[in-house]
């Protein structure tokens, strides 16, 4: 045999397509399948299904006893071998409080829902790879059962299915079976959907499969985050744009193998880019795709590109690579350049501060018209008075000056045309002797009004003229 041949085979051999576990199941025992959370406990009324009109699939394997059952008006209830319900009215667990617990699980879980797969591998980058390929591996658990949402044609490398190993025609056979219609759902295809087993025969790599209509199914179901860079990315098989870099290689088919490139890079690089997430495939355009993100402004994904490009570049023959071209992202941004939609809470939080704001300008706004809240030398003004005309002066300090002082309406002074034979007291407050001298009115001793102060300047006076004028009588008024 030639020994080149002989190396493909074993290396085909050694190729392990991605696993894919479907998480989703139907089963009593999973707190995720009840409205509490939590498993139903011996004081609960369990209620399988509400009064809608959505069809409850149940699936039962381990042994309960309950207040009360409530079956679903339609649905079905499987129920494992050797298991025993019992009903009982004592309280034999005094933990349990006792309420209505609901199964909720009703309604089938889309099979282009990335998160209804985990992958063994870890995080998968490409969004459209997160969803089986046509070479990966698909395993539905074997202690469970499902009810799934497959409304397209698919095509998987294998078929495992509750333990059960399964070829195209072996498949088409369940998925016809009673069994199968249970836990497969059709949507609106109007007929059973084919699963085609086939995997991946050629070690150069195989397309994933996941694009057009199914990349479009896929995407609509991803949300994404604002990349953090200029220019961000959108590989092939990707639903959003991101920071990082992209290596497109042309290969030699005689020489390129998938899995020996993945391995090269791992062991090269992976430990000096240990942040960096690269996923290396094949393109419907039949090219080796390489892309690398960081998961944050994509330089040091940009830098691990280059470093591979050059390492390429020296040991073409190493990697099976005739030609390949680098494009990288732009700078980054240091802040997010779009946003994310606001939760709930967030939204809540705006309209309760756009209201506190409102009520706070209504009280200021309030406050200002009833009363000013300017203020000279401590003493607050109304709002009423003609502050444009006023004059802030600071008192003297010079003894020589001569203080002049106007008639305060505000504080006892008639005012014109309304006060008439009006005998005014003077606020004691505001006196220099705090108290008006009522046998002797012809002068007061007051204080000269610091906003309306004139203040003049006297060389030949000696001293401080405190005499204020006094208010002209309500008749002169």
Known sequence: MD????????????????????????????????????????????VLGDSGDATVSVFIQANATMKELVLPSDGVVSMGSNMVWSFTDTNQDPSCQGE???????????WFDSVNWQDDQGEVLLETE?????????????????????????????????????????????????????????GNLGRMPQVNVVGCQDSSGCPCGNDGQTKDKICNKIQCLPPLCKSALSPAGGCCSRCGC??????????????????????????????????TSKTRSDNIQFFASDNYDGKRAADMCEALRQDIINNKDLYGITNVTKVTSGEGTGKQTGSAPLS????????????????????????????????????KLNIDM????????????????????????????PAKGY????????????????????????????????????????????DLNTDLKKPADASNA
């Open 246 to 279: 992209i290596l497109n290689m042309e290969y030699n088919k005689d020489k390129f193998i998938l899995e020996t490139f993945k391995n090269n890079v791992n062991n090269k690089f992976q430990n000096d880019y240990q942040t960096v997430i690269t996923s």
């Open 344 to 379: 709930t809470g967030g939204i809540a939080g705006i309209v309760v501060a756009v209201l506190i704001i409102l009520a706070l300008v209504m009280v200021l706004g309030l406050v200002f018209r009833t009363r000013g809240v300017c203020c000279t030398n401590g003493r």
């Open 419 to 462: 006060i008439d034979d009006t005998i005014t007291k003077y606020n004691p407050v505001y006196s220099s002797t705090g108290i008006l001298d009522e046998d002797n009115d012809d002068t007061l001793r007051g204080f000269a009004n610091p906003v309306h102060v004139e203040t003049t300047f006297a060389d030949d006076t000696d």
């Open 3 to 46: 020994s080149r041949w002989l190396l493909m085979t074993l290396v085909i051999g050694l190729c392990r397509a991605s696993r894919k576990d479907w998480i989703p199941n139907i089963d009593y025992d999973n707190p995720d399948n009840w409205n509490v959370k939590r498993l139903p406990c011996s004081n609960d009324r369990i």
């Open 130 to 186: 997160r969803i089986p390929c046509a070479y990966d591996d698909v395993v539905f658990p074997q202690d469970s059962r499902y009810y799934v949402l497959l409304d397209t044609d698919v095509t998987v490398g294998s078929m495992k299915f509750r333990g059960q190993g399964h070829t195209t025609s072996s498949f088409k056979t369940y998925l016809e079976s009673d069994d199968g219609k249970e836990q497969f759902n059709y």
């Open 100 to 110: 209505d617990v609901m199964f909720v699980r009703s309604d089938p879980k889309d």
């Open 386 to 413: 003609e502050l444009a005309r006023a004059e802030f002066v600071n008192h003297p300090t010079d003894e020589s000056a001569v203080l002049r002082g106007f008639d305060n309406p505000m504080y006892d002074t």
